[in-house]
């Protein structure tokens, strides 16, 4: 009879513990900090320390001495010349990954900022019976694998994608926008990251009252008024927290520029893709080039900390 | 006002009937514009899926020229070596995170909504950002360090990275839940002498289960679709179904492709029927899109 007893002690232990609010902080709080601190600050603290030391040709072993050397590879040599329209310049790989990586990631941005914003006021006015099958309708790709997106894009693009036929049985293409390379990668971020533009700023103009808008119209404010001084300054948090969750992982994609540039878009994703565990490894140079990455997610803790509320964001 | 109400009261009551006629039918005019281009964005979000589903039931994977309509690309997939027990691999990594990130995200939920403590902020915000570091720098950040402390690509790396992986999705959705969660129900509990175990499984948790739910299913479809995380730390051993689908679309033969047409199709179709249930049974809507199903609850 000894085991009931036991059992009973652990819970009033438990509960006279549960009672107390520093322990019932330690307990729901705790798990959560212990998983980010072994699991994220401290592998991009690590990987920080990494990009500063140099790597055993032979062994493989990480040599902790302080050197700049990995940076200053990625900077220095082996540059090529690349014209843009009339501007000519030259570059280093990772330098061009980098200006690359952060002007699709911009124009992705600002695509899915522009083409989301209507369709999350549209369905932040609809009556709950047309929202119910409008958020399925964008749920359903959402869920969808990213994987499968991104293919489903490879399907549509390049000299005999659907686009390009279809065109072709028209007598119009094959055209060369519609070939793989940067307007198709651009393309496939946007569809990719679409859907976490539209419900977070779906949160933030879900909790808007049209009354105020039909109100200023009322009294005279013209249309680009009542959007410049009320719906934009209202969902500004949405605005910001949809525009990080689309332009951060953009900045640092992988599998869209490998599947829709097929080899002609190098983002900076790929660059690390192959200094971590493709042909030219070195964990050093690796962590090196993380870092370009790394900066845009500092920047976004910043923003997220100073604008993205939860009980506000409601949940993506 | 004269405008509002159409009718010419006055000389100028022509003028303004007029101008109201014309206000109306532009204000007309950028409604139906507004709808046609959120209609224009679902068609944008869904074309692709479709075409897939489509090539997923035709002889060739190109579009043109059209040859006919088949289901051989389906029996195709039984033949696939591997890909059974990726799709095992995948199950099995996304069930193991998915309980660990719902465990935990529920936890710190109930911390950062019921308690004031010092960081608090920047507890939120450090449980936000796993979602947004790129996989690349996640994957290729915890494969060095998962070398260094011991830890080999494995079962295990992939399930803890994901499991962090996880954790914001949880985090959002259940603590937008307990945000609107009447806190005077459980101190009606406590009041009447129930403990905290107690009032926390028979007031709170029934009332946040769908919203746990929806996070244990988004956490989940974010490990079972993962491809670059797992790429870094998963190993040779273990094959995630991404990984097998990925091997696919970089050797496109036209075999390879009317197979992984099919599989993705069946995805599709999986993710269609999971999602159906949990929004019928589970009020998914609310948790993930905002707080408007909440107003019906009461």
């Known amino acids: 009879m000894a085991a009931p007893d036991r059992d009973e002690t652990l819970r009033a232990a438990l509960v006279s513990g549960l009672s107390r609010r520093r322990t019932s902080l330690g307990v729901t709080a705790g798990p959560g900090a212990i998983w980010i601190v072994l699991l994220l600050i401290a592998p991009l603290a690590f990987m920080t320390a990494v990009s500063f030391a140099s790597i055993d040709n032979v062994t493989f072993n990480i040599i902790w001495e302080p050197t700049v050397n990995n940076y200053r590879d990625l900077v220095v040599g082996g540059t090529t010349e690349y014209s843009l329209g009339p501007l000519v310049y030259t570059a280093t790989a990772f330098e061009k990954a980098v200006l690359l990586s952060y002007s699709i990631a911009t124009v992705a941005t600002v695509l899915c900022l522009t083409f989301a914003f209507p369709l999350a006021y549209v369905m932040a006015r609809l009556d709950d019976r047309a929202f119910k099958i409008v958020i399925y309708l964008v749920l359903l790709p959402f869920f969808t694998m990213y994987l499968v997106r991104a293919y489903s894009w490879r399907l549509m693009f390049g000299q005999s994608g659907v686009l390009n036929q279809v065109l072709g049985a028209v007598g119009i293409g094959p055209i060369g926008a519609f070939e793989f390379g940067i307007p198709a990668v651009i393309v496939g971020l946007t569809h990719a990251y679409f859907p976490y533009m539209l419900i977070t700023l779906y949160a933030s103009l879900d909790g808007l009252d049209f009354s105020l808008i039909e109100a200023a119209r009322d009294l005279g404010a013209s249309r680009v008024d009542v959007i410049r001084d009320h719906i934009i300054p ?83 | ?177 307990l945000y609107t969660f009447d806190e005077s129900l459980e101190e009606a509990a406590r009041d009447l002498g129930a403990d905290p175990l107690t009032t926390f499984r028979d007031v709170t948790f029934p009332v946040i289960a769908p919203a746990i739910g929806a996070g244990f299913l988004f956490a989940w479809v974010r490990s079972f679709e993962d491809y670059i995380r797992a790429l870094f730390v998963s190993g040779i051993n273990t094959d995630p179904l991404t990984q097998w ?44 899109a905002g707080t408007r199903d909440d107003a019906d609850e009461e």
């Open chain 2, 245 to 288: 689908m990925f091997g696919k679309i970089t050797k496109a033969s036209a075999e390879n492709l009317n197979v992984l047409n099919a599989v993705s199709t069946l995805v599709v179709l999986a993710i269609a029927v999971a999602l159906a249930i949990a929004m019928n049974y589970g009020n998914v809507t609310g948790y993930v």
């Open chain 2, 1 to 177: 006002m004269a405008t509002e109400t159409g009718e010419p009261a006055e000389q100028t009551g022509k003028e303004y009937a007029d101008q109201f006629r014309n206000h109306q039918r532009i204000e007309q005019l950028l409604g139906n514009g507004l709808y046609a281009f959120a209609a224009l964005m679902l068609v944008f979000l869904w074309l692709p899926l479709l075409i897939i589903v489509f090539l997923s039931f035709a002889q060739s994977p190109n579009l043109l020229p059209f040859d006919g309509l088949t289901l051989s690309n389906y029996q195709g997939i039984a033949g696939e070596p591997g890909l059974r027990s990726s799709v095992v691999s995948s199950f099995s990594i996304a069930t193991f995170s998915a309980i660990i990130a719902t465990t935990l995200g529920v936890l710190a939920s109930f911390a950062l909504t019921r308690y004031q403590f010092p960081f608090r902020e920047v507890y939120r915000t450090f449980g936000i950002i796993p979602m947004i570091v790129p996989g690349v720098i996640l994957g290729v950040g915890l494969r060095f360090y998962f070398l260094t402390v011991g830890i080999n690509p494995s079962f295990l790396a992939t399930v803890l990275t994901h499991s962090l992986y996880g954790l914001p999705f949880v985090l959002l959705i259940v603590s937008a839940r």
């Open chain 1, 234 to 316: 209202l969902t500004l948090p949405g605005i910001v927290g949809g525009s990080l969750f689309v332009f951060v992982p953009s900045v640092g994609a992988f599998i869209t520029p490998q599947i829709l540039g097929q080899g002609k878009v190098q983002m900076i994703g790929i660059l690390i893709e192959q200094r971590a565990i493709g042909e030219a490894t070195n964990a050093a140079t690796a962590s090196a080039a993380s870092m370009a990455v790394v900066v845009s997610i500092v920047v976004a803790m910043f923003l997220v900390f100073r604008y993205v509320d939860l009980d506000e964001l409601g949940g993506v």
